[in-house]
């Protein structure tokens, strides 16, 4: 017994003497014997939602490539808005900034660059080709049949969009390398999805489960010039613009906005693959259903302006937030360098100038929580650019539209 | 769209014309079930009426300036079924909804609002009122028994 005791002591010393050395090293604790407790994966519980929406986003994170981080972006199908950049709804501008989180400011983004020193006497050459273009669609060529019903655009205004812009393009490509390396493409397809906002599913087998409100939008652009460098930004990342975003408290039905269930296709005109995956200018043609006179006839003066307004706001996000998503963001990933896109909306006659910046593309209702940053988009009045066409002679050449023209296509990032 | 029969005086050139063409169409606004933007307005209208109709009777009888006119036909469903077990249907109807132009817009009123009653004092519904306050205090227990019944007790 007391050998026993003695033993024991002597055992208790030997760990008091050897805690002070054992301290600085510790033992390694053991690997746990059981698998972390995390929530269920198929319970109808919102614990369970939540880890299957991580379990989801920590695929698209983890995705080994651009493509395949579409892929699983837009795998998953249901009903979506399908948002016309070209519509005929009333106030569409206000209803599509609310649902791109844009702020429309009027005027074009302040100038930063000093703009290059000799332009005045080659604007006379410009001038020249744009008459030519102009000239050659109204006057020389006889084009024998008489447009169609809603043909009229495709006729005449379409042709002399592309000539002029193909020929200034031609023509600027040795003040701008950029241009030079750039690609133009002919009636590209641009799609995007995304989605913002929640609402309560109303009918169907999912009754009364709380979904996230999705929209698509496939535009049609004209003529679009993608480049490889990206555009510099015109305003910093976060500043705080001079405007609010509309908040609209209706369901998009009522702009009317329909739903369709298919493909969710994000494209900016290429694939990931193609060099140019950057975005300079886009060439949009208003179609004849909403023509000035059209509108005019049917007592919608007001909404004139409002179609310039909402093609641009609606195709320019849809190409910015494609060419983010191009490069590896996405609403859980936002991006960390603006993105920066023009535009020129055209029925032919009067030109309207856009610019947008895309700042945030985190629009999501978990995304938007803490999200101080808004899309902006720049935006001009339509202006003629010439007053008529008769036999041979161009009337009334507005030159401004014309330069403003030239300095987009001339808009280059510094380093170049 | 002639109105009822009436015999007109046979037309020549150079003879006023008399003819007169009252729409037969009615209208009628209605409360929209969900809730519409601020310049939409909803009506019931005529099966037989086009939104070209429904915006030149807006325009033309009215003075009411209207953007666009966008129609649907809701169906009545046909479900119920009457004492002779024969199916009973709820007409359809078209409804109409009509954006107004130059930036007006229209609220549907509250044709019903609740009115706060305040008695008279001294009248004799203010005599009752108070009268069945008293016998309305009078029958709940009283609170220092905590929600015991009465009769729980010794």
């Given at each position: 017994m007391?050998?026993?005791?003695?033993?024991r002591?002597?055992?208790?010393?030997c760990?008091?003497l050897?805690?002070?050395?054992?301290?600085a090293?510790?033992?390694?604790?053991?690997?746990?014997?059981?698998p972390?407790?995390?929530?269920?994966?198929?319970?109808k519980?919102?614990?369970a939602?939540?880890?299957?929406?991580e379990?989801?986003?920590?695929?698209?994170h983890e995705?080994?490539?651009?493509?395949?981080?579409?892929?699983?972006?837009?795998?998953?199908?249901?009903?979506?808005?399908v948002?016309?950049?070209?519509?005929?709804?009333?106030?569409?501008?206000?209803?599509?900034?609310?649902f791109?989180?844009?702020?429309?400011?009027p005027?074009?983004p302040p100038?930063?660059?000093?703009?290059?020193g000799?332009?005045?006497?080659?604007l006379?050459?410009?001038?020249?080709?744009?008459c030519?273009?102009?000239l050659?669609?109204h006057?020389?060529?006889?084009?024998?049949?008489r447009?169609?019903?809603?043909r009229?655009?495709q006729?005449v205004?379409?042709?002399f969009?592309?000539?002029?812009?193909?020929?200034l393009t031609?023509?600027?490509?040795s003040?701008n390398?950029?241009l030079a390396?750039?690609c133009?493409?002919?009636?590209?397809?641009?799609?995007?999805?995304?989605?913002?906002?929640?609402t309560?599913?109303?009918?169907?087998y999912?009754?009364g489960r709380?979904?996230?409100v999705?929209?698509q939008?496939?535009?049609k652009p004209?003529?679009?010039?993608?480049?490889?460098?990206?555009l510099?930004?015109?305003v910093?990342?976060?500043?705080s613009?001079?405007?609010e975003?509309?908040?609209?408290?209706?369901?998009?039905?009522?702009l009317?906005?329909?739903?369709r269930q298919?493909?969710?296709k994000?494209f900016?005109g290429?694939?990931?693959?193609?060099?140019?995956?950057?975005?300079?200018?886009?060439?949009?043609?208003i179609?004849?259903?909403?023509k000035?006179?059209?509108?005019l006839?049917a007592?919608l003066a007001?909404?004139?302006?409002?179609?310039?307004?909402?093609?641009?706001?609606?195709?320019l996000?849809?190409?910015?937030?494609?060419?983010?998503m191009?490069q590896g963001f996405?609403?859980?990933?936002?991006?960390t360098?603006?993105?920066?896109?023009?535009?020129?909306?055209?029925d032919?006659?009067?030109?309207?100038?856009f610019?947008?910046?895309?700042?945030t593309?985190?629009?999501?209702?978990r995304?938007?929580?803490?999200?101080p940053?808004?899309n902006?988009?720049?935006?001009?009045?339509s202006?003629?650019?010439?007053?008529?066409?008769?036999?041979?002679?161009?009337k009334?050449?507005?030159?401004e539209?014309l330069?403003?023209?030239?300095?987009f296509?001339?808009?280059?990032?510094e380093?170049? | 769209?002639a109105s009822g029969?009436v015999?007109?005086?046979?037309y020549?050139?150079?003879?006023?014309?008399?003819?007169?063409?009252?729409?037969n169409?009615?209208?009628?606004?209605v409360?929209?079930?969900?809730?519409?933007?601020?310049d939409?307005?909803q009506?019931r209208?005529?099966?037989?009426m086009?939104?070209v109709?429904?915006?030149?009777y807006?325009e033309?009888?009215?003075?009411?300036p209207?953007s666009?006119?966008?129609?649907?036909i809701?169906y009545?469903?046909?479900?119920?079924?009457?004492?002779?077990n024969?199916?009973?249907?709820?007409?359809?109807?078209k409804v109409?909804?009509?954006?107004l132009g130059?930036?007006?817009?229209f609220?549907f009123?509250?044709?019903?609002p609740?009115?706060e009653?305040?008695?008279e004092?001294?009248s004799?519904?203010?005599?009752?009122k108070q009268?069945?306050?008293k016998e309305?205090?009078?029958?709940t227990?009283?609170p220092?028994r905590g929600?015991v019944t009465?009769?729980?007790?010794?």
């Amino acid at each position: 017994m007391a050998a026993h005791r003695g033993w024991r002591l002597v055992r208790l010393g030997c760990r008091l003497l050897h805690t002070e050395p054992a301290a600085a090293p510790q033992p390694q604790p053991p690997s746990p014997l059981y698998p972390p407790v995390v929530a269920s994966h198929t319970a109808k519980s919102k614990s369970a939602k939540r880890r299957r929406l991580e379990y989801f986003y920590q695929q698209v994170h983890e995705a080994p490539s651009i493509a395949e981080k579409l892929r699983l972006y837009g795998r998953l199908q249901r009903l979506k808005y399908v948002v016309y950049p070209q519509t005929f709804s009333l106030n569409a501008d206000r209803w599509y900034q609310s649902f791109t989180k844009t702020v429309f400011v009027p005027g074009l983004p302040p100038a930063g660059a000093e703009p290059a020193g000799p332009e005045a006497p080659d604007l006379s050459e410009l001038r020249s080709l744009a008459c030519d273009a102009l000239l050659q669609e109204h006057f020389y060529q006889r084009k024998r049949e008489r447009p169609f019903l809603y043909r009229e655009q495709q006729h005449v205004p379409a042709p002399f969009l592309t000539q002029l812009v193909i020929s200034l393009t031609a023509a600027l490509g040795s003040r701008n390398p950029l241009l030079a390396a750039s690609c133009l493409d002919l009636k590209p397809q641009v799609n995007f999805y995304w989605e913002r906002g929640e609402t309560v599913v109303c009918r169907g087998y999912r009754t009364g489960r709380i979904d996230p409100v999705r929209f698509q939008i496939d535009d049609k652009p004209q003529i679009q010039i993608r480049v490889p460098k990206q555009l510099p930004e015109f305003v910093p990342l976060d500043y705080s613009v001079a405007g609010e975003v509309p908040v609209i408290n209706h369901k998009p039905d009522k702009l009317p906005l329909f739903k369709r269930q298919y493909d969710n296709k994000i494209f900016i005109g290429s694939k990931v693959a193609d060099p140019c995956s950057y975005g300079h200018t886009q060439f949009h043609l208003i179609p004849d259903q909403l023509k000035r006179e059209r509108l005019l006839k049917a007592n919608l003066a007001d909404q004139i302006e409002v179609t310039y307004r909402a093609n641009g706001i609606a195709s320019l996000f849809a190409w910015t937030a494609a060419q983010a998503m191009y490069q590896g963001f996405w609403c859980e990933a936002d991006v960390t360098r603006p993105f920066v896109s023009q535009a020129v909306i055209t029925d032919g006659k009067y030109f309207a100038f856009f610019c947008y910046q895309l700042n945030t593309l985190a629009l999501t209702v978990r995304a938007d929580q803490n999200n101080p940053r808004k899309n902006i988009c720049w935006g001009t009045e339509s202006k003629p650019l010439y007053e008529a066409v008769e036999d041979n002679n161009v009337k009334g050449f507005n030159d401004e539209i014309l330069l403003q023209l030239v300095q987009f296509l001339l808009n280059r990032p510094e380093q170049l | 769209m002639a109105s009822g029969k009436v015999l007109y005086p046979l037309y020549q050139l150079g003879n006023p014309q008399l003819r007169i063409f009252r729409p037969n169409f009615f209208m009628t606004l209605v409360r929209p079930g969900v809730p519409q933007p601020e310049d939409t307005v909803q009506f019931r209208i005529s099966m037989q009426m086009t939104r070209v109709d429904v915006k030149n009777y807006l325009e033309k009888i009215y003075n009411v300036p209207v953007s666009v006119v966008r129609t649907r036909i809701q169906y009545g469903a046909n479900n119920k079924r009457n004492h002779k077990n024969q199916r009973v249907k709820k007409p359809d109807y078209k409804v109409a909804y009509v954006q107004l132009g130059q930036g007006q817009t229209f609220q549907f009123p509250n044709l019903f609002p609740e009115k706060e009653e305040t008695p008279e004092p001294g009248s004799i519904e203010d005599i009752q009122k108070q009268f069945m306050e008293k016998e309305r205090q009078r029958q709940t227990a009283d609170p220092r028994r905590g929600g015991v019944t009465d009769w729980f007790g010794l």
